[in-house]
Nanobody
Framework: QVQLVESGGGLVQAGGSLRLSCAAS????????MGWYRQAPGKQRELVAV???????NYADSVKGRFTISRDNAKNTAYLQMNSLKPEDTAVYYC????????????WGQGTQVTVSS
């Protein structure tokens, strides 16, 4: 069984920063892609940022230049540094990982709330 445990969400004023962490644990053979998605009330879940185990990254246009995703492959952990936060960044942020145990499977974290006040 694989678990993704997220931390680092909270309430911040516009212009502030937060850092999210996502640690994968369990019977893991390999972790390929790790990323962050978010879902605001009444909206669909959307990709925020993704990073492969080779370090390739991809970002939503709305967060480019403000958010940075990084990984510690030895710890199976991904981070999302969020700077210059805006009220429209308010959402539940979910960690996502493509993990190999006996087979490849996509796992989701429980979500962490990020609220940006104006």
């Amino acid at each position: 069984q694989v678990q993704l445990v997220e931390s680092g969400g909270g309430l911040v004023q516009a212009g502030g920063s937060l850092r999210l962490s996502c640690a994968a644990s369990g019977r893991i053979f390999s972790v390929n892609r790790m990323g962050w998605y978010r879902q605001a009330p009444g909206k669909q879940r959307e990709l925020v940022a993704v990073c492969t185990n080779g370090g390739e990254t991809n970002y939503a246009d709305s967060v480019k230049g403000r958010f940075t995703i990084s990984r510690d492959n030895a710890k199976n952990t991904a981070y999302l540094q969020m700077n210059s936060l805006k009220p429209e960044d308010t959402a539940v942020y979910y960690c996502n990982a493509l993990v190999a145990t006996d087979t490849w499977f996509q796992y989701w974290g429980q979500g962490t709330q990020v609220t940006v006040s104006s």
